[in-house]
């Protein structure tokens, strides 16, 4: 299995307050994914770095911000957070060509 | 930009019986097309994937899937169900050129034994 590690598995906040949440990787690959996963919605991309420092938006990023100082290291910070960001939250790495992904076990956030 | 369309949200298969999963994209140059599959509590796994040459494209546990240009349809099959079956599939598509992976809503397969 790939070695990619998220942090913390389950999370239960308050709406407004600030959560950052960890993916770190072994592999050394240069793509790193942040996801979220709702019900009807399949998985959509949040955020997605190229390298380090290197970082661009996907296509549900509003109310997201991210960062990767290193390698292996992939931070998502949900700066207030809110209802509507209560999901499933999965990191996922790829090598240079990204044909394939590997998957963390995911981030369980529930927002109250 | 890429998209794939999966119908169905929750698929029932009996144990043995042919499984189907129905995947159409829409790309404007010629994708690489994924399934991935899903275990309860577990992160996404890739079953298969094609990005050149041969059409039908074989994966693990026994699934394959053939891709038909003229029907931009990337369906997934497997002849017999096993109750390890049961899980959630995604089909997913990336444009040639970037990196970014865009995922169905997935199917729910329920193996009836």
């Known amino acids: 299995d790939a070695g990619i590690t998220q942090s913390p598995r389950h999370k239960v906040t308050e709406t407004g307050t600030p959560v950052t949440l960890r993916c770190h990787q072994t592999e050394n690959h240069r793509y790193m994914y942040w996801y979220r996963q709702d019900p009807g919605h399949g998985l959509r991309l949040i955020h997605y770095s190229y390298g380090v420092k290197d970082t661009d938006k996907g296509e549900v990023s509003d109310g997201y911000s991210v960062s990767r100082s290193k390698t292996e290291d992939f931070l998502l910070t949900l700066e207030s957070a809110t209802s509507s960001q209560t999901s499933v939250y999965f990191c996922?790495?790829?090598?240079?060509?990204?044909?394939?992904?590997?998957f963390g076990s995911g981030t369980q956030l529930s927002v109250l | 930009a890429q998209s794939v369309t999966q119908l169905g949200s929750h698929v029932s298969v009996s144990e043995g019986a042919l499984v189907l999963l129905r995947c159409n994209y829409s790309s404007s140059v010629p994708p690489y097309l994924f399934w991935y599959v899903q275990y309860p509590n577990q992160g996404l796994q890739l079953l298969l994937k094609?990005?050149?040459?041969?059409?039908l494209v074989k994966g693990i546990n026994g699934f394959e899937a053939e891709f038909k240009k003229s029907e931009t349809s990337f369906h997934l099959t497997k002849p017999s169900a096993h109750m390890s079956d049961a899980a959630e599939y995604f089909c997913a598509v990336r444009g040639r050129g970037n990196n970014r992976l865009a995922f169905g809503k997935g199917n729910q397969v329920v193996v009836i034994p």
């Open positions: 996922a790495i790829s090598e240079d060509d990204g044909e394939k992904l590997f």
């Open positions: 094609y990005t050149t040459g041969a059409t």
